[in-house]
């Protein structure tokens, strides 16, 4: 790297978003050279760098590759592992880094499961996270039946929720089993959560499952299982980069597929979104 803003460095290597950094440099938890760093401070490449005490010169000293991928997240996975906490994470379950870290690109709850962004460039999360409030999305619910062979109630198209009306473009029931029925929801921004499950209870029905199938540009593969990723590439790829301002000569060409974590997929076969 050239002399560039250790905000810049950090968030570009996943170690920390703009925001981030710059709160640990208020609180003197980033040093350059042995001395307290200083928010919009430009830093090189022979700096060594320390944040909360440990070296991450050598991270930042990798020329990486920028890779976005997608992950089929299950309900109940959390992001990172916690102190105490064995449980598999979703970090845990991505392909090896040769520095930095994962950064999410969309929200999903712990509680919540389905289509799930990362990238290895915090910045570029951090540009895409501007836009995330107006992202359309598209959703897969699961609900139980009506109780005792009744009708299916009429749903709405809004919901209010903290006071403000929430729309969605798309409520449609689809296919049944014995016991369960899912149904396309969709919206033209992104929905508080909270917004869909208000939606069947107002209607008195019950949720088992909810899914995100779509964000913006990018829709969850039907062949890619849970707890499994793959590289976002072509079509999609082209058009996520662009919202952030990007073009696609922008971003470097994507690895070769090495070793990676279990769920991995590194195909080059075109694979069919979730229908809509």
């Known amino acids: ?4 803003r250790i905000q810049k460095v950090l968030a570009s290597h996943g170690i920390g978003s703009r925001r981030q950094v710059e709160d640990w440099i208020r609180e003197g938890r980033i040093q350059v050279n042995g001395q307290p760093a200083t928010i919009g401070q430009t830093v090189k490449r022979s700096d060594r760098i320390r944040v909360d005490g440990r070296d991450v010169s050598r991270e930042l000293s990798v020329r990486q590759s920028l890779r976005v991928i997608v992950y089929h997240k299950p309900g109940g996975e959390m992001l990172r592992q916690r102190g105490g906490d064995d449980r598999a994470s979703v970090v845990s379950r991505l392909p090896s880094l040769r520095a930095g870290r994962w950064v999410p690109v969309n929200a999903l709850g712990f509680d919540e499961g389905g289509l799930l962004i990362l990238t290895n460039e915090g910045s570029l999360a951090t540009q895409l996270a501007r836009h ?3 992202m359309p999305v598209e959703y897969r619910v699961r609900v139980l039946q009506p109780r005792g062979g009744e009708s299916w109630p009429e749903l709405a198209k809004s919901v209010r929720i903290d006071g403000k009306d929430v729309v969605f473009s798309a409520v449609e029931r689809l296919e049944s089993a014995a016991t369960n029925t899912w149904f396309r929801i969709a919206a033209e921004r992104t929905i508080p959560r909270g917004a869909i499950r208000a939606l069947f209870d107002d209607a008195g029905l019950k949720i088992s499952r909810i899914l995100l199938v779509r964000w913006g540009p990018v829709g969850l593969a039907r062949d890619l299982p849970r707890s499994r990723s793959r590289d ?7 058009e996520l980069l662009s919202l952030a301002g990007r073009t696609k000569r922008s971003a470097t060409p994507k690895p070769s597929a090495g ?14 979104p979730i229908a809509r």
Do not use: F, N
Not at 1 to 4: I, Y
Not at 232 to 238: C, F, T, V, Y
Not at 259 to 272: D, E, L, M, N, S
């Open 1 to 4: 790297m050239g002399e560039e």
């Open 132 to 134: 995330g409030h107006a």
């Open 232 to 238: 976002l590439e072509g079509a999609e790829l082209d």
């Open 259 to 272: 070793k990676v974590r279990r769920g991995a997929r590194a195909t080059g076969r075109k694979r069919k």
